[in-house]
């Protein structure tokens, strides 16, 4: 569908003030602040993807790592993993547009089916989601007997539906320390793993974590390197780290938190500076609303989560393709939700 190009140019206008004034201490690349020009040309999509919104009933719900013009322009709600979930499940309009990886559109499906779900970005991956089946879980199960399985919730479906309890950055560190048993398999993050094991070792915990699967391609480049040049080069800065980070990174880190978890951190904070080893797009977040606090960023985007954009975003709310429309079985959501539900009852 073509954008009817908005001819009221006093509305246009007054829409890229608004989107200035939300973006305007954010970076829309490193060293390059968003400009009003910027916002000019965003205007007339974020003007048409709000209108829309309403004609169809649909909420936007957009991760922090997703752009800025999504996450200010056009998200009805817009935070990590965790919060999104929640938020997914409360929904009441009819259709969810979820501006994020493949994965989380998911779990959006899973805790409210009745919805159309639909994901501008399409068939967007993750490292960590891609790097495990449900039929590697099984067999995990199968040379494991009894041992529970916990899954992070940058997984499929399937997978959430063969774990017994899901998580998150978050609240996995709790969740894997409060679980009576001594041995839990985790998967698909084996850097979390090592994290967890580090966690439970300083919590003086003996439990041994059985891990597979991969790691986040964003977030396993961070070296302790990279921490050693920050504080040179900004003496008294804070660092935070994902707990997806290296368990050597995580260790030279001053904070290691969630997407939230670092929000908060950067909140409570007195200190002005902070080196942030995560994606671009929370970087952004923090830019926008901490206005008084300096981020440094080193590297880091997901390509996956960047697909989404004002343009398809557009797109699929106004003729959605079907690779953009989440489809799972009864069965699927029936056990995935399970692992879920056991998460949100474990995060209380
Ligand atoms: P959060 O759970 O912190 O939102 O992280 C999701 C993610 O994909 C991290 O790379
Ligand atoms: Fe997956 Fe990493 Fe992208 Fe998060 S940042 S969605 S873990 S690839």
Known sequence: MVLQEETNKELLEKEAHRLYGLLGSVSRSKGVKWTLQDCQQAAPYTLAINRLKKEKNAVILAHSYTVPELVYGVADFSGDSYALSRKAETVSADIIIFAGVWFMAETAKILNPSKQVIIPAGHAGCTLADAITEEDVRKLKAAHPGVPVLCYVNSTAGVKAESDVCVTSGNVFNIAANMPQKELIFVPDLLMAQNIEADLKRRGIAKKIISSGGSCCVHDKYTPQDIEALRRQYPGIKVMAHPECRPDVCAAADYVGSTKGMTDYVAASKDKLFGALTEFGLVNRLEAEYKDKTFIWPYGTC??????????????????????????????????????????????
């Open 303 to 348: 390509a996956y989560m960047k697909r989404n954009t004002l343009i398809n975003t557009f797109q699929a709310l106004s003729a959605p393709k079907p690779e953009q429309i989440v489809s799972l079985s009864p069965d699927v959501i029936a056990r995935a939700r399970k692992s879920l539900q056991n998460m949100f009852e474990m995060t209380k």
